[in-house]
Structure formats: structure tokens, C-alpha cells
């Protein structure tokens, strides 16, 4: 379950509360079983086509259901560690504040990150752990950095892969 840090306030929300507090900000939170990874989740960061395809199926119906309610099309396996080549260059893409013109879409399956969001009347992080699905709609500003443990694998939800392009601020004078 997901935690948010309302930075103004320091005031921490957790459990079924912050999935409320994260729909009511615009945000798409869900909360997806993980008892079907028992046994099959391979404990290192570096996963075979194969073994992403066979996590893909273990989630066929959630990601068929979201593809069918939001529009999206395509989906793949993401897999960050602290042995990924380069990836203190790919986070430092992720750590400036940014806007996508599509939703990033992200269910955990293992390890966790931190999403900030910055709303017009708060800033807030948000903690996303195993079994959290959660959804940065189109042109929220926002940035991402891992968790202390440096590790996150996970499903990445698309309309369009081109859409999600990072736009930072000094891209975008329009918002």
C-alpha cells in the first residue's frame, strides 16, 4: 500500500486512506493482489523476454481491464537495480520536475519508488511499493527517484510510448 508525504504539512497518509487521498487528488490509484508472484518472482534484477513475458501474463486481466477502461495499448517490464548500467544517468532523467503528454502508468511488482507530485494547492510524495498500480495522468508535474534500497521492477501501462516523453519546464512555457 502506498504512503503520501504532504510536504507543507509533513502530515503522512497510509493505508486505504492514502488511495483515497491519491483519487481524490486526480490521481488513479489501485491496490493489485501479489500472492500470484509467490514463488514465480525471480529474485534478481535481470529478467529474461521470457520471465517478462510470463510476469505480463500473470497480469493479463488487470492489464486487459485498464487497456479497456483507459484507452492504453501496449505494456512492457521495467527494470531498475543498483547493477543497471548507467543508472545514475537514467534516474537523473527522471529527478528534474517534468510532465508527460500521456499518463505513466506503473504497477509494482518489486522493490519501490517515490513519485513527487506538485498539485497547484500541495506537493506531495508518494511511496509505491509491491502491489501498488499507480497513474501520473498527461501533464501532471512531477519527478521520480527510487526508494533507499535502489531497486524497483515493474509493469509500464501505455497509449502511446512516443507520448511519454519527458517535457521539462524550460520546454514547456505553456503550463
Given at each position: 500500500m502506498a504512503t503520501v508525504?504532504?510536504?507543507?504539512?509533513?502530515?503522512?497518509i497510509e493505508g486505504t486512506a492514502a488511495g483515497d487521498y491519491l483519487n481524490?487528488?486526480?490521481l488513479i490509484y489501485q491496490s493489485w493482489e501479489t500472492d500470484r508472484l509467490t514463488g514465480r518472482l525471480k529474485a534478481g534484477y535481470d529478467?529474461?523476454?521470457?520471465?517478462?513475458?510470463?510476469?505480463?501474463?500473470?497480469?493479463?486481466r488487470e492489464i486487459s481491464d485498464l487497456k479497456t477502461g483507459q484507452g492504453y495499448v501496449t505494456e512492457d517490464v521495467i527494470v531498475l537495480a543498483p547493477d543497471t548500467?548507467?543508472?545514475d544517468a537514467i534516474l537523473a532523467k527522471f529527478r528534474p520536475?517534468?510532465?508527460?503528454?500521456?499518463?505513466?502508468?506503473?504497477?509494482?511488482?518489486?522493490g519501490g519508488g517515490i513519485f513527487t507530485i506538485r498539485k497547484p494547492?500541495?506537493?506531495?510524495?508518494?511511496?509505491?511499493?509491491p502491489g501498488d498500480l499507480f497513474v501520473v495522468p498527461a501533464y501532471t508535474r512531477h519527478w521520480f527517484n527510487l526508494t533507499d534500497e535502489a531497486r524497483i521492477k515493474c509493469i509500464r501501462i501505455f497509449r502511446d510510448p512516443a507520448g511519454w516523453v519527458a517535457v521539462y519546464q524550460e520546454q514547456s512555457s505553456a503550463l
Open positions: 508525504t504532504i510536504h507543507q504539512t509533513q502530515e503522512r481524490a487528488q486526480g529478467l529474461t523476454p521470457a520471465e517478462q513475458k510470463d510476469l505480463l501474463g500473470l497480469y493479463s548500467p548507467n543508472l520536475e517534468h510532465h508527460h503528454t500521456d499518463d505513466e502508468v506503473r504497477f509494482v511488482v518489486d494547492d500541495a506537493t506531495f510524495d508518494v511511496v509505491v511499493g
